[in-house]
């Protein structure tokens, strides 16, 4: 039976680690985090994510998945580590391009590194090793094979390599592949199995190896390219998503000023056969899409005015909510008795944010957009009470269950459209309210039934007063 070792066990290694242990594998899977591999070794998993606590469980169980803190020798080494990104100054070219890129962001490859290099020891002749970790273009060809062959194997550039530096060469092998994963956070366990994969080699050879590897449970196509095309490929697909996002909140900025409903614009647009624009809301937020533009960036920042525009659109929408929330606060109505506006004397409006998390009904708040709106709210002195019941977290303001949250409140401001929010119903909370508005940044409560229960709605990208 063949081994292997997986390198870092999060929302992307920790699946695919169970994936092969329960399709005939012996598998190893690795954490640095002394408590991750705790918690594993308890049978629990660390990781919301529909179907991986059974799917891990029935791996432990089966014997074929172990939990490490140290890699140990295997045929295939799969890393599969965050990148993050680090805020960077740019690099290139005269005075305008630094100013252009002064607030770049860049990719952080120390746990990519980090990770090559533990497993330099146990590496053998043979070896297969698949980076999956998303990266800047030629990570693979650059970072990671010179690291690798420190182990004194040299990495396989197939029989069409001519250069001397390959001619004649009988230093035993190694074989490295890049292998993008494309899984979408709430459908991890589908999408593994069921989408089309990208494998860069950096030869043929490797491509097939890591080809004939995930081809025991992918049931998409494999298509094979060389490794710098593949990490090409990954980095364009969220970036199409982030360009795509950006437009439709620049479109939801515009309709607020035209007195239009960017939703319903949308909708109509998309009816169009080659249109399909994606939603407006509070920001993106994720490990992926909000950083993997940057590494494009970072690779040609003279000629991605395009990627950087959207990037600060996207960036530019919690500070948009903020104001929205202003609005909706200043708007006295008859019956407000208390001051609603920022900063007046006691007491402060009090605010229900509703969603912490980057997107719906997931536990994750990498880069979340709710946060930042929660703090430019807390900034202005609002009095706030944070809800989300998937997530489990320190904040510095109380997190509670939507009740409690919601007594007392001067508003709700919806930032993650979780199954349980976009099902709330006014009667329900309005009773709860001490006034009742609704400040909704995902466009889906249906603003008909909240206006009949005396609400002022406010929605993100509708320029219409709802009435
Ligand atoms: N968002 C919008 N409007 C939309 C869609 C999303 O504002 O119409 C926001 C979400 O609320 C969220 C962010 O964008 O804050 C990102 O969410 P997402 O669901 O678009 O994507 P991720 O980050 O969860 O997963 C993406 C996926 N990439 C693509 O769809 C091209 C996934 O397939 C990748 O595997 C994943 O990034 C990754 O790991 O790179």
Same mark, same amino acid.
């Given at each position: 039976?063949?081994?292997?070792?997986?390198?870092?066990?999060?929302?992307?290694?920790? !699946?695919?680690?169970?994936?092969?242990?329960?399709?005939?594998?012996?598998?190893?899977?690795?954490?640095?985090?002394?408590?991750?591999?705790?918690?594993?070794?308890?049978?629990?998993?660390?990781?919301? #994510?529909?179907?991986?606590?059974?799917?891990?469980?029935?791996?432990?169980?089966?014997?074929?998945?172990?939990?490490?803190?140290?890699?140990?020798?295997?045929?295939?080494?799969?890393?599969?580590?965050?990148?993050?990104?680090?805020? =960077?100054?740019?690099?290139?070219?005269?005075?305008?391009?630094?100013?252009?890129?002064?607030?770049?962001?860049?990719?952080?490859?120390?746990?990519?590194?980090?990770?090559? #290099?533990?497993?330099? &020891?146990?590496?053998?002749?043979?070896?297969?090793?698949?980076?999956?970790?998303?990266?800047? &273009?030629?990570?693979?060809?650059?970072?990671?094979?010179?690291?690798?062959?420190?182990?004194?194997?040299?990495?396989?550039?197939?029989?069409?390599?001519?250069?001397?530096?390959?001619?004649?060469?009988?230093?035993?092998?190694?074989?490295?592949?890049?292998? !993008?994963?494309?899984?979408?956070?709430?459908?991890?366990?589908?999408?593994?199995?069921?989408?089309?994969?990208?494998? =860069?080699?950096?030869?043929?050879?490797?491509?097939?190896?890591?080809?004939?590897?995930?081809?025991?449970?992918?049931?998409?196509?494999?298509?094979?390219?060389?490794?710098?095309?593949?990490?090409?490929?990954?980095?364009?697909?969220?970036?199409?998503?982030?360009?795509?996002?950006?437009?439709?909140?620049?479109?939801?900025?515009?309709?607020e000023?035209?007195?239009?409903?960017?939703?319903?614009?949308?909708?109509?647009?998309?009816?169009?056969?080659?249109?399909?624009?994606?939603?407006?809301?509070p =920001?993106?937020?994720?490990?992926?899409?909000?950083?993997?533009?940057?590494?494009?960036?970072?690779?040609? !920042?003279?000629?991605?005015?395009?990627?950087?525009?959207?990037?600060?659109?996207?960036?530019?929408m919690p500070a948009h909510v903020v104001e929205l929330v202003k609005q909706a606060l200043a708007e006295q109505r008859s019956g407000d008795e208390i001051p609603s506006a920022p900063l007046l004397p006691c007491p402060p409006a009090r605010i229900a944010c509703l969603g912490?998390?980057?997107?719906?009904?997931?536990?994750?708040?990498?880069?979340?957009?709710a946060?930042r709106v929660v703090e430019g709210l807390a900034a202005l002195g609002y009095e706030l009470r944070l809800c989300?019941?998937?997530?489990?977290?320190?904040? &510095?303001w109380?997190?509670? !269950?939507?009740?409690?949250a919601v007594r007392g409140a001067d508003c709700l401001v919806l930032l993650?459209?979780?199954?349980?929010?976009?099902?709330?119903?006014p009667?329900?909370v309005g009773?709860l309210m001490r006034h009742r508005r609704v400040v909704d940044t995902r466009?889906?409560l249906?603003p008909?039934?909240w206006v009949?229960e005396g609400f002022q709605v406010m929605i993100l990208g509708n320029g219409?007063a709802e009435k």
């Amino acid at each position: 039976m063949k081994k292997i070792c997986v390198l870092g066990l999060g929302y992307i290694g920790l !699946p695919t680690a169970a994936m092969f242990a329960t399709h005939g594998f012996q598998v190893v899977g690795v954490d640095v985090n002394e408590r991750v591999v705790e918690t594993l070794n308890n049978g629990e998993v660390h990781i919301h #994510e529909p179907g991986l606590k059974t799917l891990v469980q029935a791996a432990l169980k089966s014997g074929n998945l172990r939990v490490a803190s140290k890699p140990e020798s295997a045929d295939v080494f799969i890393i599969a580590v965050p990148t993050p990104f680090r805020e =960077g100054a740019g690099e290139q070219g005269g005075k305008g391009a630094e100013e252009n890129v002064a607030l770049q962001k860049k990719a952080d490859l120390d746990y990519v590194v980090a990770a090559a #290099e533990s497993i330099v &020891p146990p590496l053998r002749s043979g070896n297969l090793v698949v980076l999956e970790s998303t990266v800047p &273009p030629r990570t693979t060809v650059e970072v990671l094979v010179p690291i690798l062959e420190r182990s004194g194997l040299q990495v396989s550039r197939d029989a069409e390599d001519h250069s001397p530096q390959h001619l004649g060469t009988s230093a035993p092998l190694l074989y490295v592949a890049h292998c !993008p994963e494309r899984v979408l956070p709430g459908r991890i366990l589908e999408e593994l199995v069921h989408n089309d994969r990208v494998i =860069g080699g950096v030869d043929r050879t490797s491509a097939e190896m890591a080809k004939a590897l995930y081809a025991s449970f992918v049931e998409g196509e494999i298509f094979l390219t060389d490794a710098t095309t593949a990490e090409m490929v990954k980095l364009m697909e969220n970036t199409y998503r982030d360009v795509n996002i950006a437009l439709a909140n620049e479109f939801a900025l515009v309709a607020e000023q035209l007195g239009i409903n960017v939703w319903e614009a949308i909708e109509l647009a998309n009816r169009h056969p080659r249109v399909n624009i994606l939603k407006p809301g509070p =920001g993106v937020g994720g490990h992926c899409i909000a950083v993997d533009p940057w590494f494009i960036v970072q690779a040609a !920042p003279e000629v991605t005015p395009l990627i950087q525009t959207a990037r600060r659109v996207n960036d530019s929408m919690p500070a948009h909510v903020v104001e929205l929330v202003k609005q909706a606060l200043a708007e006295q109505r008859s019956g407000d008795e208390i001051p609603s506006a920022p900063l007046l004397p006691c007491p402060p409006a009090r605010i229900a944010c509703l969603g912490l998390a980057y997107k719906a009904d997931v536990d994750d708040i990498r880069e979340s957009p709710a946060l930042r709106v929660v703090e430019g709210l807390a900034a202005l002195g609002y009095e706030l009470r944070l809800c989300d019941p998937h997530v489990n977290a320190a904040f &510095p303001w109380p997190l509670l !269950p939507l009740v409690d949250a919601v007594r007392g409140a001067d508003c709700l401001v919806l930032l993650t459209d979780h199954a349980e929010f976009a099902a709330l119903k006014p009667q329900v909370v309005g009773p709860l309210m001490r006034h009742r508005r609704v400040v909704d940044t995902r466009g889906c409560l249906k603003p008909q039934e909240w206006v009949a229960e005396g609400f002022q709605v406010m929605i993100l990208g509708n320029g219409k007063a709802e009435k």
